[in-house]
């Protein structure tokens, strides 16, 4: 790519200083939007999280919950933000954590999993890590997440927490 060229979509932008270029512009691969839709689930309403409209990942077509965990995920957000922003690669900073939230009388575990993801041509697994957060009794929710998902909660808490008040749920 020559330093002069000039983006297909936007003529007047050299390529090399165009976000849509680079691939980093919201809607990308590299940069996605995340949104809410709100439905139904058994009579009871949930909500649904979406990266660029669609599925989260193709193996997951719905990344779905209602209050109950979307209230976890709230009380652990900052937590979220930490494990995306650190890709997942956490090595032992991610401690087991007791996030409590008196007022709406939740106390939520979060510890990281490692699950194998995949197989290299040596044979060895690679593991990943995901967050789970168990809620403690007299719950029993619990919901674990990988890096995209823990970034698309982070990007739509606003959303989430408008929401959650929708429901009747106090901040």
Known sequence: MSSREKCPIYPSMLKAYCSH???????????PRFS?????????????????GGAIHM????FQFGQ????MLIACV???????????????????QLIENRRRGLRIRIYVE???????????????????????????????LGVMKCRAICEVQDDLKSWLRRQGVPE
């Open 59 to 62: 193996w997951d077509s719905h």
């Open 36 to 52: 809410l839709k709100e439905a139904e689930f058994n009579g009871y309403p949930v909500v649904e999280v979406l990266k660029d």
């Open 114 to 144: 490692k699950h194998p993801d995949f197989e290299r041509s040596d044979g060895e697994t690679v593991e990943r890590s995901w967050l789970r957060l168990q809620a403690l009794p007299p719950d029993n929710e619990h919901i674990g």
């Open 21 to 31: 270029c680079q691939g980093t512009a919201r809607g990308t691969v590299g940069n």
């Open 78 to 96: 900052d937590l979220l933000r930490d494990f995306w922003r650190s890709n997942g690669d956490e090595g032992d900073v991610f401690v087991p």
């Open 68 to 71: 109950r965990k979307a209230e």
